[in-house]
């Protein structure tokens, strides 16, 4: 089977939103250190490789949402999709406590093969879904309840964006009134990354948009993706309203 570095579902849907899940899948190509970066596998299963959960949220959402998705096909620690290039995390050594063995001598030629061969084919692609008139984006991704040597985590779900706030802000405020827990506003991180996917294929282009943040605990099972999809798809649509986009 032929390796593709992203996978689009429903790309004949014509609801006016792209949704997109930027670490997806915890898969290592195998032309990259022949599909391993030196971590035993009980890493590669951890929220340090990809964003657990967060791929059937965005399925479950493009299906209720009548949304095309594109999923990226690599290990957010083979290199970043949702860095900017001049970033200095786009190809991480040390996460979380964890190095990265296969990334610890990255010569220069082998990180421009992973630009070329996985980042940028994602982006082009996604670039081309992002283009159709009217489009307001949602990226998916998890977070983990607790980081190795910090307290846990109190949010469900967060919010996170940058400078244009206008889909963000009635946003937050219908999943503030629908859950009885917090709901994280740039939290458990900032919104803004110059360089991220959003900014790349959203801010500079005006584009509504927005980032979720779903507590990995809380989406493990297909069951529990499907439940936080049907949560989240009509606020989403009555935000869009409620900013008139």
């Given at each position: 089977?032929?390796?593709?570095?992203?996978?689009?579902?429903?790309?004949?849907?014509?609801?006016?939103?792209?949704?997109?899940?930027?670490?997806?899948?915890?898969?290592?190509?195998?032309?990259?250190?022949?599909?391993?970066?030196?971590?035993?596998?009980?890493?590669?299963?951890?929220?340090?490789?990809?964003?657990?959960?967060?791929?059937?949220?965005?399925?479950?959402?493009?299906?209720?949402?009548?949304?095309?998705?594109?999923?990226?096909?690599?290990?957010?620690?083979?290199?970043?999709?949702?860095?900017?290039?001049?970033?200095?995390?786009?190809?991480?050594?040390?996460?979380?406590?964890?190095?990265?063995?296969?990334?610890?001598?990255?010569?220069?030629?082998?990180?421009?093969?992973?630009?070329?061969?996985?980042?940028?084919?994602?982006?082009?692609?996604?670039?081309?879904?992002?283009?159709?008139?009217?489009?307001?984006?949602?990226?998916?991704?998890?977070?983990?309840?607790?980081?190795?040597?910090?307290?846990?985590?109190?949010?469900e779900v967060g919010v996170l964006s940058a400078h244009d706030r206008r889909f963000a802000d009635p946003l937050l405020t219908r999943l503030q009134g629908a859950l009885s827990t917090p709901v994280g506003d740039n939290e458990p991180y900032g919104g803004h990354l110059p360089g991220d996917s959003i900014d790349q294929h959203a801010l500079r282009h005006g584009r509504p948009n927005a980032l979720l943040e779903v507590r990995q605990d809380l989406i493990h099972?297909?069951?529990?993706?499907?439940?936080?999809?049907?949560?989240?798809?009509?606020?989403?649509?009555?935000?869009?309203?409620?900013?008139?986009?």
């Amino acid at each position: 089977m032929t390796y593709s570095p992203f996978f689009i579902h429903g790309s004949d849907r014509t609801g006016n939103w792209l949704v997109t899940c930027d670490h997806a899948t915890n898969t290592v190509p195998d032309f990259v250190n022949g599909g391993t970066l030196g971590l035993p596998e009980a890493d590669m299963a951890r929220h340090i490789a990809y964003d657990i959960g967060g791929q059937g949220v965005a399925l479950a959402l493009g299906t209720l949402l009548n949304a095309p998705v594109i999923c990226s096909n690599f290990s957010r620690l083979v290199i970043d999709p949702n860095r900017g290039l001049d970033d200095p995390t786009l190809v991480m050594q040390l996460y979380d406590g964890t190095i990265i063995p296969g990334n610890r001598h990255l010569s220069d030629g082998e990180r421009q093969a992973r630009i070329d061969q996985l980042y940028q084919p994602y982006h082009d692609a996604l670039g081309t879904l992002a283009a159709r008139p009217g489009i307001a984006i949602v990226s998916v991704h998890s977070f983990t309840p607790q980081l190795n040597g910090y307290a846990p985590r109190p949010w469900e779900v967060g919010v996170l964006s940058a400078h244009d706030r206008r889909f963000a802000d009635p946003l937050l405020t219908r999943l503030q009134g629908a859950l009885s827990t917090p709901v994280g506003d740039n939290e458990p991180y900032g919104g803004h990354l110059p360089g991220d996917s959003i900014d790349q294929h959203a801010l500079r282009h005006g584009r509504p948009n927005a980032l979720l943040e779903v507590r990995q605990d809380l989406i493990h099972q297909a069951d529990q993706q499907q439940k936080w999809a049907q949560i989240i798809a009509p606020h989403l649509e009555a935000a869009r309203q409620d900013a008139n986009l």
